[in-house]
């Protein structure tokens, strides 16, 4: 049996296994890339609260083993498609802000996707976009569905300590305290945005860490 209360990254957990088994040195270069890639993902390069010392301690060791770390962070944060940038743009264009700037939303309808020639992988990390706007604390994407007009994805992320976990909850999702999500259903867009909006001004004050 093997348990970990806590982890960084699930790719840590294989590091350890791997290191556990005495096959760690015996293993090839691409193991020492994914689980390099896996660590770094898990935790924004690095910048996200749940980094820890021991998350940096592996990243050493596997650049030590040398891995192009420099190029892996480039393909997983910087590298992006003509249609991701397309919908950076569109999101950007429609984000909205609410409680003197500090969370914003953004409400990604089939018809805007449709428009810009947008298809659902170029919008899957787009709540990263919404997040990077300066002063937001909570930042929270809307994603109607693509089979679906009448259901929603949301996704949330905190910049601060308020437990988007705890929010999301209220309408049966839930997550991380600074990553969660949640999904509606038989709504219409302008619905689903309003629900959002008023639960998510609610829960920033509720839910403040």
């Known amino acids: 049996d093997y348990y970990e209360d806590f982890a960084s990254a699930c790719a840590m957990i294989v590091f350890d296994i791997a290191k556990e088994l005495a096959i760690f040195e015996k293993l090839p270069k691409h ?4 689980v390099y890639a896996g660590i770094s993902g898990d935790t924004g390069c690095f910048k996200y609260s749940n980094t820890t010392k021991k998350a940096l301690l592996m990243a050493s060791e596997l ?4 891995i192009d770390f420099a190029n892996i962070n480039y393909i997983i944060f910087d590298c992006k498609s003509v249609g991701e940038i397309a919908a950076q743009c569109m999101v950007y264009d429609s984000v909205e802000l609410f409680e003197g700037n500090t969370l914003a939303i953004a409400l990604i309808t089939n ?3 449709e428009k810009n020639g947008v298809c659902d992988d170029d919008i899957a990390d787009i709540i990263s ?6 002063g937001v604390k909570v930042a929270v994407t809307i994603k109607q569905t693509s089979k679906n007009d009448r259901k929603y994805s949301i996704s949330s992320r905190a910049n601060c300590d308020i437990n988007v976990s705890k929010i999301c909850a209220e309408i049966g999702g839930g997550g991380h ?3 969660a999500g949640a999904t ?10 309003d629900t959002v909006r008023d639960l998510f001004i609610k829960g920033m004050k509720l839910y403040a860490e």
């Not at 650049?63 to 040398?66: P, R």
């Not at 509606?184 to 945005?193: G, I, T, V, Y």
């Open 31 to 34: 193991f020492y890339e994914c």
């Open 63 to 66: 650049v030590d083993s040398g």
């Open 111 to 113: 018809e805007m996707k």
């Open 129 to 134: 976009s919404v997040r990077q706007i300066e």
């Open 177 to 179: 305290p600074r990553a």
């Open 184 to 193: 509606l259903e038989d709504m219409e867009p302008k619905q689903a945005f």
